[in-house]
Each structure stands twice: as structure tokens, then as C-alpha cells.
């Protein structure tokens, strides 16, 4: 009787067991998928975005730096000249992408101490990639952000707002994103001690509650677009000065928090609002200048528009009455139109093609930087075929002012 009883016992044991093991499976499985449907940062998780499903940013992999701090830039494939497949070297883009990350990552007066990250779309040549990397760069690839309902008037800029990838890297406090056009001609790490990329707090001065899925607070700083003939540094903002639309920023260079509630924001933003017919007329922005634009209705300072979608600024009180109204950036930082007046006054950056600048007086500056770079690694390349190590070569090239 009593060895009956025990084996009785035991096997009742055996089962609450396996009952408690199996409710306790349970618990954690509901956990998970909680946890999956609240995170927007989970990889394959969702954003819900007034009323609706945003696609969630996915869980990206870890860009391989401890610093907080970064420079980054985008580059997509080449649709226009067709030179991913090609000979890569007739892609502007990607040799203005080289120019930068030897001026971040090596030239002596510019080299920054943050890493240089760029962002690279699944179609990008793998030659390109690998030459980024050996030249310094940290290439990461993302995803396409796709266009949605927004028309870009170029053809090269359809992938464009795969840049809103960076708000997913959230191992940085601060990202400078710096469009693959432009030039440094200054070192620019102070930059990120410029009052403007403080943290704000949302709808702080709108005197109206949160929005839905905005986040409480954000960075956003950026510059606005000088005129095409303009003086340096720029007189005071307004109709009749060198910043006529002072609350209009170019998106060729800005600072910002990465947040993935920012991120779902802005791509809420390639759809049509609730209610309203899912085309082009129904979007509050003109989205001919797809990133620009739409980021500057995001971040925008007045809620009066007009018809294209720019933010009307009426007078000094109407100012930074939308809820995450973007930080002007002190002038000095970077030039559009770029002139040789801002190069000679001592601009940090220049937003310029040197293949086909506005102001063909500035051109012999950009080839000269572009001629500096081609010299550095055509010596690279000579110190390496005679044995030299990278950290060897490197520290020569820059004994010898390369």
C-alpha cells in the first residue's frame, strides 16, 4: 500500500511539473508577443501611428564604434548613369562619398576624432563598398525606404528617404547627417556643441497636448538655404537679405537624436492623412523635393502653409508654433550656392557639386580637394605594393601632409 502511494505521489509530482513548466511557458510566450507589438524598435514588430500600421524600423546591427557621436552620409545606387555594374568611377556621388571620408577619416585640418558612417541601399556595387571601407568608412547597409505617394522631380532621388534609416541607430546620441555632395573644409567636430542640438521638448511652446505618436521630446538642427549670390558670412534673415526664408532649412546637412518614433512619424508622412484620398493632392507638402520637404513640414516652425507646402513665417510671434520646430545651426557651419567669398571667409562646409557648381569660380577649390584625396591613396597604394602596413603607411602619408 504504502509503495503504491508512492508511486501515486510521484507521478502526480511529474505532472504539476510538467502543468507549472508549461504554464510558466505560456506566460513568457504572451511577454514576447507583448513586447513585440509595443517595441518599435524589435526587428519585424509594427509602429501604430494614428490609427494605422507604420512599418516598424527593423532591429539594426551594431555599426562597430563606442563613440555617441557620428558623421553620416547616404549613398544610393547610381539609376541615372548606370555605373553600379559599370565603372563605378563615372558615379559623382560615390567618388564625392571617397572625398569625405579621406576629409573625416584622414586630411590633416579636417579629420575628425567621430567616425564616418555611410549608409549604403541594397543596390550599391559591392566594389564601391569595399573601396569605402579600405578607405576608412564605416558602410552600412539599410533597407530602401520606399517613396510612398511622394513624386521626386529627379530620378536619382527615389531612394532618397532611405536616410530616415539613420533614426533607427540608436546606439548614437547625435548624428550630423551631411549629404554625399558636399565638402569639408574645416574640421567640424564642434558642431555638435552648437546650442541648436539641444534637446526640446515637444509641443513646448504650441500650448496644444502631445500628438499621437510623437515622442516627448527630439533634436532636430539645420541651416537655411542662402541665396544663389549672397555675402559671408550672411547679413540678417529676411525678404531682402542672404536667408530670405529663414524658416526653410536644407536637409543637405543637420543634426539629430536617432528615435524610432521619429522615424514611423516620417514615414507616416508618405501616405495621405486619415480620411483623406490616398494621392499626391492630399499631402500637406509639395513632395517635388521629397526628404526636404517632408521634413520640413515635420519640423516646421509656423501651421500656416502655402500651397507648396512651405511654412509661412508672418511675423517674429508666429515662430515655432508647430510642435517639433527644427534649431537654426550658427551660420558658419555650411553654405549653400557656395561662392568663392565663402570658401576664402572660412565656411566649415560647402554644399557644392565640383563637377557642375553653380558658381564655376569655386570649382578649381573643389577639384584641388578632389586631386588631394586621389593623391592620398594613389600613395596608399604605392607604400602598400612596397610592403608597408596600414597603420605604417598611414602614419607617413600624413608626415608627408597627405
Same mark, same amino acid.
Given at each position: 500500500m504504502l509503495q ?9 509530482c511529474?505532472?504539476?511539473r510538467?502543468?507549472?513548466l ?5 506566460? *513568457?510566450?504572451i511577454l =514576447?508577443s507583448?513586447?513585440?507589438y509595443l517595441?518599435?524598435d524589435?526587428h519585424?514588430s509594427? @509602429? ?5 500600421t507604420v512599418?516598424a524600423?527593423?532591429?539594426a546591427r551594431?555599426?562597430?564604434t ?6 553620416l552620409?547616404l ?11 559599370d565603372d563605378?568611377?563615372?558615379d $559623382? ?8 571620408t579621406?576629409?573625416f577619416?584622414?586630411a590633416?585640418?579636417t579629420?575628425?576624432?567621430?567616425p564616418? *558612417? @555611410? ?13 569605402l571601407?579600405?578607405?576608412?568608412a564605416? @558602410?552600412?547597409?539599410v533597407?530602401?525606404?520606399?517613396p510612398g505617394?511622394l513624386l521626386p522631380?529627379l530620378?536619382r532621388?527615389?531612394d ?5 534609416r ?6 548614437f ?12 573644409f ?6 555638435f556643441?552648437d ?5 526640446q521638448?515637444t509641443c ?13 521630446s527630439?533634436v ?6 542662402q541665396?544663389?549670390?549672397h555675402?559671408y558670412?550672411?547679413?540678417e ?10 524658416w ?9 537624436k ?6 514611423a512619424?516620417? *514615414?507616416?508622412?508618405t ?6 484620398p +490616398?494621392?499626391?493632392?492630399?499631402l500637406p ?7 526636404q520637404?517632408?521634413?520640413?513640414y515635420? #519640423?516646421?516652425?509656423a501651421?500656416?502653409?502655402?500651397? %507648396?507646402?512651405?511654412?509661412l513665417?508672418?511675423n ?15 551660420a558658419k557651419w555650411?553654405? $549653400? $550656392?557656395?561662392? *568663392? %567669398? %565663402?570658401l576664402?571667409g ?6 557644392? $557639386?565640383?563637377w ?5 569660380d =569655386? ?7 578632389k586631386?588631394?584625396m ?7 597604394? +604605392?607604400?602598400? %605594393?612596397e610592403?608597408w602596413?596600414?597603420e605604417?603607411w598611414l602614419?607617413?602619408? #600624413?608626415?608627408m601632409?597627405?
Open positions: 503504491q502511494r508512492g508511486s501515486l505521489l510521484v507521478r502526480l511529474g505532472q504539476k510538467y502543468r507549472d508549461a504554464i510558466f511557458a505560456a506566460i *513568457v510566450l =514576447v507583448a513586447l513585440a517595441r518599435p524589435i519585424g509594427a @509602429v501604430l501611428y494614428g490609427g494605422k512599418p524600423v527593423e532591429d551594431r555599426i562597430p563606442d563613440s555617441q557621436y557620428a558623421f552620409t549613398l544610393t545606387a547610381d539609376k541615372e548613369s548606370g555605373s553600379d555594374g563605378v568611377n563615372e $559623382h556621388y560615390y567618388i564625392h562619398t571617397r572625398i569625405l579621406y576629409q577619416c584622414h590633416i585640418g579629420k575628425s576624432k567621430f564616418f *558612417v @555611410v549608409l549604403v541601399t541594397p543596390e550599391v556595387d559591392h566594389r564601391k563598398r569595399a573601396q571601407e579600405r578607405d576608412g564605416l @558602410v552600412h547597409e533597407k530602401t525606404v520606399a505617394l522631380s530620378e532621388w527615389e532618397v528617404l532611405t536616410k530616415f539613420l533614426w533607427e541607430l540608436t546606439q546620441e547625435r548624428i550630423a547627417f551631411i549629404d554625399a555632395d558636399m565638402f569639408v574645416r574640421n567640424i567636430d564642434d558642431i556643441d546650442p541648436a542640438v539641444l534637446v521638448q513646448e511652446d504650441s500650448g496644444v497636448p502631445i500628438p499621437a505618436g510623437l515622442p516627448a527630439f532636430f538642427a539645420g541651416y537655411a538655404e541665396t544663389l549670390n555675402s558670412p550672411p547679413t534673415p529676411g525678404p531682402e537679405h542672404d536667408v530670405p526664408f529663414p526653410y532649412f536644407n536637409t543637405g546637412l543637420f543634426i539629430t536617432p528615435d524610432p518614433m521619429l522615424y512619424y516620417y *514615414v507616416s508622412l501616405r495621405a492623412p486619415k480620411g483623406k +490616398q494621392d499626391r493632392s492630399s507638402f509639395d513632395s517635388s523635393l521629397p526628404d520637404n517632408l521634413l520640413n515635420a #519640423h516646421r516652425w501651421s500656416i502653409h502655402d500651397m %507648396d507646402g512651405i511654412a513665417l508672418l517674429p510671434e508666429d515662430r515655432r508654433t508647430g510642435c517639433m520646430p527644427w534649431a537654426p545651426l550658427d555650411v553654405t $549653400h $550656392h557656395t561662392t *568663392v %567669398d %565663402d576664402e572660412g565656411a566649415y562646409a560647402a554644399h557644392v $557639386h565640383y557642375d557648381p553653380i558658381h564655376l =569655386v570649382q578649381p577649390y573643389l577639384l584641388a580637394k586631386a588631394e586621389e593623391a592620398f591613396y594613389a600613395r596608399r597604394e +604605392q607604400l602598400e %605594393d610592403g602596413k596600414k605604417d602614419q607617413r602619408a #600624413h608626415e601632409g597627405m
